[in-house]
């Protein structure tokens, strides 16, 4: 089995920072892409960010030039960065990997179970 789990949310004024971690573990072979997404109260999951395993990343435009998402390869372990955060920041934060397991030949996509983000005065 595998396993990724968040971590790092929690509550924060306007303007502040917080970094997300996501930890992946279990029988795996090799990790591709990773990514955050969002989720706000009656809204649809989003992408925020994404990460090939050469670091190559892409944004969404609404979080570009505050937000910063990085990889630990050999952790396994995938990190957003956030600064200047806003009120509309708030969010649960999902990270999402497609990855290979021991002993398959195909890929999977994994979701961890979230963490909250809350940017608030």
């Known amino acids: 089995q595998v396993q990724l789990v968040e971590s790092g949310g929690g509550l924060v004024q306007p303007g502040g920072s917080l970094r997300l971690s996501c930890a992946a573990s279990g029988s795996i072979f090799s990790i591709y892409a990773m990514g955050w997404y969002r989720q706000a109260p009656g809204k649809q999951r989003e992408l925020v960010a994404t990460i090939t395993n050469s670091g190559r990343t892409n944004y969404a435009d609404s979080v570009k030039g505050r937000f910063t998402i990085s990889r630990d390869n050999p952790k396994n372990t995938l990190y957003l960065q956030m600064n200047s955060l806003k009120p509309e920041d708030t969010a649960v934060y999902y990270c999402?990997?497609?990855?290979?397991?021991?002993?398959?030949?195909?890929?999977?996509?994994?979701w961890g179970q979230g963490t909250q983000v809350t940017v608030s005065s």
């Open positions: 999402n990997a497609n990855l290979r397991r021991v002993p398959t030949q195909f890929t999977e996509t994994y």
